[in-house]
């Protein structure tokens, strides 16, 4: 089958894309990077700020949990991992590494921590999520080398005039490009679903797909039409496909 591209229709808007940086992850509002090497506490705090960042520190269930999976994910045999919390100024009480300070509030200790107190040899006054014991939380002593994730919240979303080409065949009809969607979701329209293909570093070009009633999907391609093989562009009145 031979399709024939007569007419591309553009359109141009303000999309609103806010991205971390490629090796970077997202969750909520903050960015995150693992670095490669194992630190001290103190380094892993300098090297964060150094890229305008601070040690991650878990504020929620999800949040610990995702920063567990995003470093056994990566780093997959041993090692333990660093947060942002240490309590070297006054015993107990956990400040956050980073700019804006104030104090650590997220606590899911292992069984028997914290343990620094009277009587230890030495002060252990930072915490890290223990390997051995699932990612709970242990407090050690800050000079350990232990792997680093940091986190920066999400850039600030700048509005960037893109346009939009929107391909339809010989007779007009619309069409969706398939067997290529890495992620899909429901979206208001065109512009949040273009916002939130410039978002992702991978995303070629979308479909805007008819849903449920009043709903529309948005599927995020990676590659464009041009590149798929022509079984896979499909004609379908309820879906329509775009590529900046
Ligand atoms: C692990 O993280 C490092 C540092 O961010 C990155 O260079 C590497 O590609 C990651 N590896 C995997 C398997 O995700
Ligand atoms: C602990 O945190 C404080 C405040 O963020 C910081 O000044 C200090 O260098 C940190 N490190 C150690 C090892 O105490
Ligand atoms: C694009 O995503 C499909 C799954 O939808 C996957 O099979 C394919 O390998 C991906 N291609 C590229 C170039 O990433």
Redesign the pocket.
Known sequence: MKLLWLNAAIMCAYFHAEACQPGQQRFGGSCYQLLTERMT??QG?AACSEMGAALAVPDSLEEHQFIWEMFTGNVTTKGNLWIGC?D??EEGKW???GDE?GECNYFSWAPEQPSDGEGQPFAQ??IDLWRRLSGFMDDVK?GNSLFVICESPVPFAVPTMSCLQRYADARSSSHCLNGHVMEDFSAEGVIACGSACRDKPRCRSFNLRRGGPGEMICQLNNITRNEADVKNIRLDSGCKYFEF
């Open positions: 506490w103190n705090d240490n070297s100024a400040m956050r590494s300070g006054d930072c800050c």
